[in-house]
């Protein structure tokens, strides 16, 4: 796990964009994994912009997969995530609609709804960079703690903490869903580069928990230990509570410039 603390979130959008426009001009047809809230906007910011700078750079043969959807929002619900990552990200850079995937949040048969998704991660042929935010918990997606760290897509309950942290969305906590269907742990440790983006001092105790804590499912995010491909992306605030911070600045200040994330 490489552990990168930054001034702010946007020399940590920088550095997450570098590595996902590197890989698109590599394989154009790559699968990209996106998170939804509020920790990848300014990553999404900075690449619609690098579309915009760089015309050899096309995304019309990405795929982009998302790792969580609210039950019962519809495609076309402002709050789904589906709609969401269209309006943020997808749309602006120029990926197909048919090549956007995500839970479908209104299926008929939800118990089913994980293993058609998995099928479909397969499909697309897995996922090569998967960018991911962390919950005030420790939830990664919408694996909440005590989540098995095998786990595959299915449905879970969100906790009332998640549901108020996520009000901000919808206005009103008691229209935040409760239930979503999430990749699993299992699902994410699958992608071959996970990068992890964490801002503020309300993630520094989750991130500290996941990066420095034990391996638990008490909190989900540390399962990225288990992964041997890890970048986690901080900013100061987010990294305020690492004991080993000072190592972290060291190693990235003497990374030959050659090796990337
Ligand atoms: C969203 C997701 C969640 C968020 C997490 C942090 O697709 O999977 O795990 O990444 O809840 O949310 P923000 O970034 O809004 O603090």
């Known amino acids: 796990m490489e552990v990168v603390i930054l001034p702010t979130s946007e020399d940590c959008a920088e550095i ?15 699968v990209l994994g996106v998170a939804t809230g509020s920790t990848p906007i300014p990553l999404y910011r900075r690449l619609i912009r690098g579309r915009h700078s760089d015309a050899s750079l096309s995304y019309a043969n990405v795929h982009a997969v998302l790792l969580d959807e609210y039950v019962g929002l519809g495609r076309e619900h402002p709050q789904s995530y589906r709609a969401t990552i ?24 939800l118990q089913h ?40 897509t299915r449905l879970k309950t969100l906790t009332a903490r998640t549901r108020e942290d996520n ?19 299992g699902t994410i440790l ?9 801002s503020g001092t309300s993630k520094a105790q989750a991130v500290r928990d996941a990066v420095e804590g034990p391996l638990t499912a008490q909190c989900p995010a540390s399962v990225l230990q288990w992964h041997p491909h890890v970048t986690v992306l901080l900013d100061r605030d987010a990294a305020s509570l690492l004991s080993r911070a000072e190592y972290y600045r060291y190693t990235w200040a003497h990374k030959p410039a050659w090796q990337g994330i």
């Not at 897995?126 to 760290?149: C, R």
């Not at 009000?167 to 742990?185: E, I, K, M, S």
Request: glycine residues 10%.
């Open 167 to 185: 009000a901000r969305f919808f206005g009103n906590v008691n229209d935040v869903p409760h239930h979503v269907l999430t990749q699993g742990l």
């Open 190 to 198: 699958e992608a071959r580069h996970l990068i992890l983006l964490a």
């Open 113 to 152: 709804e994980g293993q058609r998704y998995e099928a479909q991660l397969a499909a697309v042929g897995g996922v090569d960079i998967q960018i991911l935010g962390i919950g005030s918990d420790g939830h990664l997606a919408f694996n909440e703690p005590g989540s098995s760290l095998t786990s595959r």
């Open 16 to 30: 997450a964009a570098t590595a996902i426009e590197r890989l698109v001009h590599t394989k154009p047809s790559a």
């Open 86 to 109: 269209r309006q943020e990200l997808t749309d602006a850079l120029g990926i197909p609609d048919h090549q956007v995937h995500a839970p479908d949040g209104t299926a008929e048969d």
